[in-house]
Nanobody, 125 residues
Framework: QVQLVESGGGLVQAGDSLRLSCAAS????????MAWFRQAPGKEREFIAA????????YYADSVKGRFAISGNNAKNTVYLQMNSLKSEDTAVYFC??????????????????WGQGTQVTVSS
């Protein structure tokens, strides 16, 4: 049974940094892909970043490119999202996802089979 557990969310001020973690069990990170999505109140869940195989392939939404960084640790079967220069519009529930996405589905919810429960990130301006 696959389980994804997010941690690291919280309340920060604009301009601050935060690092989210997603620990996976029952899923071989080294053979698949993992991603972060977020969902703000009243909005659709949107893609933020993905990482696939050997941690050398990373992908980002334009809205976070240059501010956020996704990375992984095979030994700990954990993926991280380093968020810098946070803005009020980054406020959302952040979800970790895992699966075996093909290239065309890396930024799509359909590309991922497993989801965490989410962690709240609130950025005050």
């Amino acid at each position: 049974q696959v389980q994804l557990v997010e941690s690291g969310g919280g309340l920060v001020q604009a301009g601050d940094s935060l690092r989210l973690s997603c620990a996976a069990s029952g899923f071989a990170f080294s053979s698949g892909g993992m991603a972060w999505f977020r969902q703000a109140p009243g909005k659709e869940r949107e893609f933020i970043a993905a990482i696939r195989r050997s941690h050398t392939n990373t992908y980002y939404a334009d809205s976070v490119k240059g501010r956020f960084a996704i990375s992984g640790n095979n030994a700990k079967n954990t993926v991280y999202l380093q968020m810098n220069s946070l803005k009020s519009e980054d406020t959302a529930v952040y979800f970790c996802a895992a699966g075996y996405p093909i290239s065309s589905s890396l930024s799509s919810r359909d590309g991922y089979r497993y989801w965490g429960q989410g962690t709240q990130v609130t950025v005050s301006s």
